[in-house]
């Protein structure tokens, strides 16, 4: 073996840019250097790159292309374009001339996060587990189990850096491994933060137009994407070099066993997992199938390894799954966590279910693209990238419900409630779930039966309810409710977490009518049992935030509640269903009714003049309506359009007429609605 000078050894890149994981080649009977010898030799002898390779010692059957696909991060090797053959670097073409084990070591430790880190650390600790909490707790890497470490290790046993004691079960460096360090010194876990922002200085996003036209979607388009991302193998810290390196195994058709066969031997990970992961990748539109068993790059797959941007990947991702750049968007705002950003993905974008693993999966992507960063608390926000980049592009808006009613009138009220809305049902969401500030929930829920109407009362203390409730009617007709708030952390609220005596205390003590209980979800069936027996109503998060969307929607007077609430156990939406439907029957009568009478004020036969029964005709077949309204109904909107202080429908004797357009009738309305929420506020503050 040819000796090199030190000072020819490669020079380490930056901690941020360097490699996580170690190559996973197959190890021979020699070890990791032999295996590695083969393989270089293979690319420098212009071998087909579809060659199998066989190491000596082991079982594996990888192509040349698979190898070096796997060796590429580390800069072992390298391809001029897409497709064409593989070539050695300089460092690994010095290498394979010397096989100097010191130059190899110092290029690993160069190009591969913890290396000298490693051999430094067994100065002190000599087990894997001691090691792995060096790794993650100074060094931030985040591993979930000991195969890093175990891969380094075995490298560096190889290499003659570290010896295996085994009678005393434990690691220790070697006479070259204390070498290594004098040559090369270890990064001091103290100069890593989590808050750099590498794009400061960055004049432009790097991004492709094609990238970016992929994120122009219609509503539609933005609605249908699927919410579930799924799993991807390897280090999630190297999500986009996993991306491409399958990209590139797929550029020519391969053979689904072939793929499988590459996971495994690289990542380690099973069929069932990879099956999912190829999933993914169809859906992403970055592969598909040439037949039953072979799989190849696309077009758009192929433009996102040859243009090498992460921002790219994001787009692509935008374009066929939620809440991607709408994470962006909302991080703008204000600082977030998973969990948080969760609990946003139902309230205000119509996700089914709070999923904050989820969540975690876009953050990491969103984090390889360099658009956001850690700032401390496990909260993250824009970097200087993405504040650029949400320039750009135009995220999805909060998602309108399924149910959600229609308004011609685009109001700064209607505006100001929808953003209200989405504020207090997010925070009763993640306040339901922080068991260690329960005085949070309860001034969540505060807020949350306000937007019902209530005057609602937080209370809390020994011996009283969390909040009480009252309906701002006449005495003769209100009616008060005790509301219990049970946070708990992992969103179980189970039969042990409730005391029904002291519960009927808290309605006896205040003179309530109902009692009720508020939690994430209830668990068991002895608890609802329970509760219907002491004539408890059990409210979980997800009906309370139905209850309230109603509401606003459609909202029915106190009255009706009464049905909801006079039902022990779970809560039954369903009791309140007929009054909804009424009302909904009656907004569309007023509306058809001021349509029916301004279009025939054009009509030279009836010059506008028309009787109930007249627009019992024209309305009879309206679609709006499961039964036709009747004439007796006509007669009360009509009386009640041409009242006095409505003054929107004129009357003559038995005939009718609109008073004027339909928009001065929804001016008239706005005007009304606004002096109704003015009285409203002026309530409050003398309260």
């Known amino acids: 073996m040819d000796s090199i000078d030190s000072s020819q050894y490669p020079k380490p890149r930056e901690w941020n840019v360097k490699v996580f994981a170690m190559p996973r080649i197959p190890r021979s009977i020699k070890g990791y250097p032999e295996s590695l010898s083969i393989i270089l030799r293979a690319v420098s002898?212009?071998?087909?790159?579809?060659?199998?390779?066989?190491?000596?010692?082991?079982?594996?059957?990888?192509?040349?292309?698979?190898?070096?696909?796997?060796?590429?991060?580390?800069?072992?090797?390298?391809?001029?374009?897409?497709?064409?053959?593989?070539?050695?670097?300089?460092?690994?073409?010095?290498?394979?001339?010397?096989?100097?084990?010191?130059?190899?070591?110092?290029?690993?430790?160069?190009?591969?996060?913890?290396?000298?880190?490693?051999?430094?650390?067994?100065?002190?600790?000599?087990?894997?587990?001691?090691?792995?909490?060096?790794?993650?707790?100074?060094?931030?890497?985040?591993?979930?189990?000991?195969?890093?470490?175990?891969?380094?290790?075995?490298?560096?046993?190889?290499?003659?850096?570290?010896?295996?004691?085994?009678?005393?079960?434990?690691?220790?460096?070697?006479?070259?491994?204390?070498?290594?360090?004098?040559?090369?010194?270890?990064?001091?876990?103290?100069?890593?933060?989590?808050?750099?922002?590498?794009?400061?200085?960055?004049?432009?996003?790097?991004?492709?137009?094609?990238?970016?036209?992929?994120?122009?979607?219609?509503?539609?388009?933005?609605?249908?994407?699927?919410?579930?991302?799924?799993?991807?193998?390897?280090?999630?810290?190297?999500?986009?070099?996993?991306?491409?390196?399958?990209?590139?195994?797929?550029?020519?058709?391969?053979s689904k066993e072939s793929i499988i066969n590459y996971s495994k031997e690289t990542y380690n990970v099973s069929e069932a997992s990879i099956n999912g992961f190829l999933s993914i990748l169809t859906h992403a539109q970055l592969i598909e199938k040439e037949s039953k068993t072979l799989y190849k790059t696309t077009l758009k797959g192929k433009k996102l390894v040859s243009d090498e941007s992460e921002v790219n990947l994001i787009c692509c991702l935008?374009?066929?799954?939620?809440?991607?750049?709408?994470?962006?968007?909302?991080?703008?705002?204000?600082?977030?966590?998973?969990?948080?950003?969760?609990?946003?993905?139902?309230?205000?974008?119509?996700?089914?279910?709070?999923?904050?693993?989820?969540?975690?999966?876009?953050?990491?992507?969103?984090?390889?693209?360099?658009?956001?960063?850690?700032?401390?608390?496990?909260?993250?926000?824009?970097?200087?990238?993405?504040?650029?980049?949400?320039?750009?592009?135009?995220?999805?808006?909060?998602?309108?419900?399924?149910?959600?009613?229609?308004?011609?009138?685009?109001?700064?009220?209607?505006?100001?409630?929808?953003?209200?809305?989405?504020?207090?049902?997010?925070?009763?969401?993640?306040?339901?779930?922080?068991?260690?500030?329960?005085?949070?929930?309860?001034?969540?829920?505060?807020?949350?039966?306000?937007?019902?109407?209530?005057?609602?009362?937080?209370?809390?203390?020994?011996?009283?309810?969390?909040?009480?409730?009252?309906?701002?009617?006449?005495?003769?007709?209100?009616?008060?409710?005790?509301v219990d708030a049970k946070s708990t952390s992992n969103g179980a609220v189970t039969e042990g977490q409730l005391n029904f005596d002291t519960l009927l205390d808290h309605k006896k003590k205040h003179h309530a009518d109902y009692s009720i209980v508020v939690g994430y979800q209830f668990q068991g069936r002895r608890l609802i049992e329970r509760a219907e027996k002491h004539g408890v109503i059990l409210f979980d998060i997800e009906t309370l935030e139905q209850l309230i969307r109603r509401h606003i929607e459609v909202p029915l007077q106190f009255n009706a509640y009464t049905k909801l609430f006079s039902e022990a156990g779970i809560a039954n939406l369903s009791l309140i269903e007929d009054d909804r439907k009424q009302m909904i029957r009656n907004s569309n009568l007023f509306q058809a009714i001021l349509i029916c009478l301004s279009e025939e004020s054009l009509d030279p036969e009836t010059q506008g003049m028309l009787l109930p029964r007249d627009i019992y005709q024209l309305l009879k077949k309206n679609k709006e309506f499961e039964t036709s309204p009747s004439i007796k109904e006509i007669e009360t909107m009509l009386s009640f359009l041409s009242s006095p202080f409505i003054n929107c429908v004129g009357a003559n004797k038995e005939e009718y007429f609109a008073l004027g357009s339909l928009n001065d009738a929804a001016k008239k309305f706005e005007f009304y609605l606004q002096a109704a929420v003015n009285s409203g506020k002026t309530f409050l503050s003398i309260n």
Not at 141 to 159: A, M, N, T
Not at 183 to 203: A, C, G, Q
């Open 45 to 254: 002898e212009k071998t087909p790159k579809n060659s199998i390779i066989q190491i000596p010692g082991s079982e594996a059957k990888n192509s040349l292309e698979e190898l070096c696909i796997r060796l590429r991060p580390m800069g072992f090797v390298f391809q001029n374009r897409p497709g064409s053959a593989w070539e050695l670097s300089k460092e690994a073409s010095y290498w394979l001339e010397t096989k100097d084990e010191m130059y190899l070591a110092s290029f690993l430790n160069a190009n591969i996060r913890f290396i000298s880190e490693l051999l430094n650390s067994l100065l002190n600790v000599h087990t894997t587990k001691e090691l792995l909490m060096i790794a993650n707790n100074e060094y931030l890497l985040g591993w979930e189990g000991k195969s890093q470490v175990s891969d380094r290790l075995q490298w560096l046993r190889d290499l003659g850096l570290v010896e295996f004691k085994e009678f005393l079960q434990k690691y220790e460096i070697t006479g070259s491994g204390k070498q290594l360090l004098s040559i090369t010194s270890p990064v001091n876990p103290n100069s890593l933060t989590v808050n750099i922002d590498e794009t400061v200085n960055e004049e432009k996003v790097p991004v492709s137009n094609w990238a970016l036209n992929l994120c122009e979607l219609s509503q539609e388009e933005l609605q249908d994407r699927k919410t579930s991302i799924g799993y991807v193998p390897g280090n999630s810290n190297q999500i986009y070099q996993t991306i491409l390196g399958y990209l590139q195994l797929m550029q020519q058709p391969i």
């Open 318 to 482: 935008q374009n066929r799954f939620a809440f991607i750049l709408e994470i962006l968007k909302e991080i703008q705002q204000k600082e977030l966590n998973a969990k948080e950003l969760a609990s946003i993905s139902v309230v205000s974008y119509g996700y089914p279910s709070e999923k904050i693993d989820d969540i975690r999966k876009r953050l990491i992507f969103l984090k390889a693209a360099k658009l956001i960063k850690d700032c401390g608390k496990n909260s993250f926000s824009l970097t200087e990238r993405g504040k650029k980049f949400i320039e750009l592009i135009q995220p999805q808006q909060a998602k309108k419900r399924s149910n959600e009613a229609d308004s011609n009138v685009n109001t700064k009220i209607v505006k100001q409630q929808k953003a209200e809305l989405d504020t207090v049902l997010t925070e009763v969401r993640l306040a339901s779930r922080d068991s260690a500030n329960p005085d949070r929930f309860e001034k969540a829920l505060v807020m949350a039966f306000s937007l019902l109407g209530f005057n609602a009362t937080w209370l809390g203390g020994s011996g009283k309810t969390d909040v009480l409730l009252k309906t701002p009617t006449a005495p003769k007709f209100n009616y008060s409710i005790t």
